[in-house]
Nanobody
Framework: QVQLVESGGGLVQAGGSLRLACTAS????????MGWFRQAPGKEREFVAA????????YYGDFVKGRFTVSRDNAKSTVYLQMNSLKPEDTAVYSC????????????????WGQGTQVTVSS
């Protein structure tokens, strides 16, 4: 059974930072591209970032503008999202996802999906 478990969410003031982590089990982690999505209340799910199996190629949503960094540690089966200069509009549930083809992730075409962790940015 595949599980993706996110952690690291919480409440932070605008301008602050958070580091999210997603640990995978039940799959061959290094075979998958990994990504992050977010969904705010009343809004559609939005692509945040993706990283290929080796960590050498990364992709970001247009709104990120250099504030977030995605990375992975294959030895720990974990993908990270470092978020800096957070804004109130970044408030959302952040979920990680896995895909055998990394370039499918920005299109929302996923193989596996986590439950998410809440990020709240206060003004």
């Amino acid at each position: 059974q595949v599980q993706l478990v996110e952690s690291g969410g919480g409440l932070v003031q605008a301008g602050g930072s958070l580091r999210l982590a997603c640990t995978a089990s039940g799959l061959t982690f290094r075979s998958y591209g990994m990504g992050w999505f977010r969904q705010a209340p009343g809004k559609e799910r939005e692509f945040v970032a993706a990283v290929n199996w080796s960590g050498e190629s990364t992709y970001y949503g247009d709104f990120v503008k250099g504030r977030f960094t995605v990375s992975r540690d294959n030895a720990k089966s974990t993908v990270y999202l470092q978020m800096n200069s957070l804004k109130p509009e970044d408030t959302a549930v952040y979920s990680c996802a896995a895909s055998l083809t990394t370039l499918r992730l920005p299109k929302g075409d996923l193989d596996y999906w986590g439950q998410g962790t809440q990020v709240t940015v206060s003004s």
